[in-house]
């Protein structure tokens, strides 16, 4: 558990420094220039590698017991967070959803960490989930306050909206194969 612990805070932090450290982000930027991005870079990289390895090597510790549905709903939610993450691709022209969510990257990752909450009740999935779910929304409130009121992009074309179901559909499709692969049938086999 340590180890998704570290992965999960550095993950936090490595976004936050912007934010949190001011001064210790510029110096960064003073004394390395482009190369302090490559720093984050290493950060985000190795904070990623340990949530998984912390995450696969953590012992199953028994929470909660999700009722079976609760994988179905799961899905649900991720068709709607890789359409919310999408939402944020169509540029200058935003779709539908893009003109009515100011973050939509972290409030695809609200979803998605909410519905793996509500459909794995296990220790190890409450501190990555729940972790990663808390850093969204203090991410998104961190913003907000830094930038200040928000003006909705324009609408794109129903083109656009099109495409990105579409999207949405076979990147659903290839994260359920890999969930397969790994042994996790997100569709309730084994």
Request: net charge positive; proline share 5%; no cysteine.
């Amino acid at each position: 558990m340590t180890l998704l612990i570290i992965g999960v805070l550095l993950w936090s932090f490595a976004h936050w420094i912007k934010r949190l450290a001011p001064d210790l982000r510029q110096a960064m930027t003073g004394k390395m220039g482009e190369a302090s991005k490559g720093v984050i870079a290493v950060a985000l990289v190795l904070s990623i590698v340990l949530m998984v390895v912390g995450y696969g090597r953590a012992e199953f510790i028994a929470v909660w017991y999700p009722p079976s549905f609760f994988g179905h709903l799961n899905n649900l939610l991720m068709l709607l967070a890789f359409y919310v993450f999408g939402a944020s691709a169509a540029k200058p022209a935003k779709v539908w959803l893009g003109t009515k969510i100011r973050h939509p990257q972290l409030a695809a990752v609200k979803i998605w960490a909410f519905g793996h909450l509500l459909a794995n009740g296990d220790l190890a999935s409450i501190i990555l989930f729940g972790g990663l779910l808390a850093w969204a929304v203090i991410s998104m409130i961190m913003i907000n306050r830094a930038e200040g009121p928000w003006t909705p992009p324009a609408q794109a074309p129903v083109k656009k909206e099109i495409v990105l179901v579409v999207i949405t559909l076979v990147l659903f499709s290839v994260v359920s194969g890999i969930h397969i692969w790994l042994g996790v049938n997100p569709f309730g086999g084994v």
